[in-house]
């Protein structure tokens, strides 16, 4: 019997976080009492390919690693700046910022200052309860 996955799993909460996060646990044990997570069925792979995306996605949205960007808070500041009908760089530029630090923030290799912070509220209209989350 054929097992049926959605095209992509979605993790709504921490709850959820939780109860996939454990499968995951159950998945990597079996592939270990195997031998190898390639002994796992094709179903049990395809589970646990789907459940690791959903993890990271999830994770790097609601517990980025220090100094890196919530994905939820980098979405937003790209959807106020499509809004506004900006290119990056005029977005930057209105912030008072160059280019390649907005562009930074955006990709995580540069940490968000108050003044960032600030700037995305008040020039971009990124809401504060996402820049502050």
Known sequence: ?????????????????KQYEARVEELIERG?????????????KAE????????DEYGRAYHPL???MSTLLSDAILN????KGLR????????????TMFSDLLHGRRPLSFDIARNLYKVLGVPAEVVLS
């Open 32 to 44: 270990t009492i195997l031998g190898d997570m390639e002994l796992l069925s094709e179903e049990d």
């Open 80 to 83: 106020q700046v499509k809004e």
């Open 1 to 17: 019997m054929k097992i049926l996955f959605p095209e992509k799993m979605i993790i709504r909460n921490e709850k959820e976080y």
């Open 48 to 55: 646990f390919s789907m459940l690791s995306d959903a993890l």
């Open 88 to 99: 990056q760089k005029d977005a930057a530029r209105m912030m008072g910022i160059s280019a």
């Open 66 to 68: 220090p100094g890196r």
